[in-house]
């Protein structure tokens, strides 16, 4: 990787990796840096599987044409693979020249000028535009509202309209449990990840999803501490059967370097001491079963990841084993990426046996990965182009102010001395902010919007993967988490 010896004082000493921007390194260390320190630099031979912007729903317009220089911001904001310079950036390509990166743009512009949050700029009126729509199709949805060609919805306010929203409430609470995870729920003080994990692998269990006939894909896998568990799950089923133990894919695009007792079955990563018991007795064995994919879930063929593919040897054809998808706590559009990476499998010819995603994050939803842009069509002003499939400035804007509004529903900071929804105070409150709106309108605006994308998550599901079962369920406490929606869906075989 080449950098340029100029020396020039608009180049800040320390300067953002073009890996991973989350981390910054001294320029001077920027060449060794990116060959063989970042955790987050390309492998030297691109995988198989890997396929820019697959699961991209939306491309915008001039996408394959353009240049980063006049569209690399969109572009970066969209989290485009265009943007990515683990897979744009090549070896010997000068990265930082007189204060300019190829993958940043004007270095000083990311100190100097930070990116304004879209939210931040809306007024009380176009607050209540964009959100009146959102809500009204959420408590349709939800059966809160009867939506008729002569509805009294028109002579609404939003107010009231906010007053039917009933957060946790409109979506069945089914709370599973699962031996699995037993003894670490019971060794951990604060055991709220236990439980989340318990529920999850008990509704896998419900529904017939833990049978060793399936390979099982972790989404967002993260440290694999989820995928150890329903490893734990399997194991006893796979002994009574007398069959090999099932596949595991943890897919995740970071590299972390404490896993969860997978890779480094003899040390345990920090603040989990306490669970390697349960873990250890499945160390030796799970080792050889788990396959870890390093890579961004918009980039990523699942049909073409070499374990999933099994070739007959007489005829040479490739036929694809029966997954199950799950995570827990899928961030944003990495939701939508993964419905679209495993309708893609389908589409290749694999059988998709369920899925179980517990959801979060949305104000970090991107346009170009939403699932269903028609379904946007619903509740946004601008539709007519995104009816037909294609791009909308105008839908992209409302939905960036949508996506920082479902943040209210579990960040919108309560008032000082906040004791109960719509006091004076809480009025007083929403007099200061932008929206007009109290904090416990903001919570639940904030839910509806949150609850907008999910229905239109699970209507997808639904009708374009062709699920059998498709719902929403509240699997544990708001108390255990906050975000305690998951997305569950089955589909038997053909």
Known sequence: MVVSNSKSASIPERVPCPYDPSHSVDLHKLKKHMSSLCNARPPDER???????????????????????????????????KADARLMVKPGEQIYMGGVSRTFGKLASLSENPKAKPGNTLDEQTVSRLLKPVVLSYLHSVGALQLTENNITTEQSLE?????????????????????????????????????????????????????????????????????????????????AGLESSSIFLVDRKNFRQKFNIDEPDRAPSGTTDATSDCDKHQRHARCQFQRIYIDIRDLNLASVEGLRITDPSTGKVTLRPIVAYSKHLCGAATDLTIKCIERYQQAGGHVAGVAIALCCHHVCKYSMFVDHAYLSKATTSHSA????????????????????????????APPAYSAPNSELDKEVAAAHYSGLTHSQRVCAGHAVKRFLDIGRAEYMRHQLRMDSVGLVYYTTSITSPENLALLATKLEA
């Open 386 to 413: 995104a009816d037909l499939g294609q791009w909308c400035d105008t839908q992209r804007d409302e939905f960036r102010h949508l996506a920082t509004m479902s943040s209210w529903a579990i960040n919108s900071p």
């Open 160 to 240: 009231d309209l906010l007053e039917l929203v009933r957060p946790s409430q409109e979506f069945p609470m089914e709370i599973c449990t699962h031996p699995s995870v037993d003894e670490r729920k019971h060794g951990k003080t604060n055991p709220k990840h236990a439980l989340q994990q318990s529920s999850l692998i008990g509704h896998l269990e419900n529904r017939n999803l833990l049978d060793p006939k399936y390979a099982f894909v972790e989404f967002g896998a993260g440290k694999g501490e989820l995928s150890v568990y329903v490893h734990a799950a399997l194991a006893k089923k796979q002994a009574e």
């Open 47 to 81: 995988p198989a599987y890997t396929l820019p912007d697959c699961s991209i729903t939306l491309l915008p317009p001039g996408y394959a044409e353009g240049s980063f220089s006049k569209c690399g911001q969109m572009w970066s904001e969209e989290g485009l693979a």
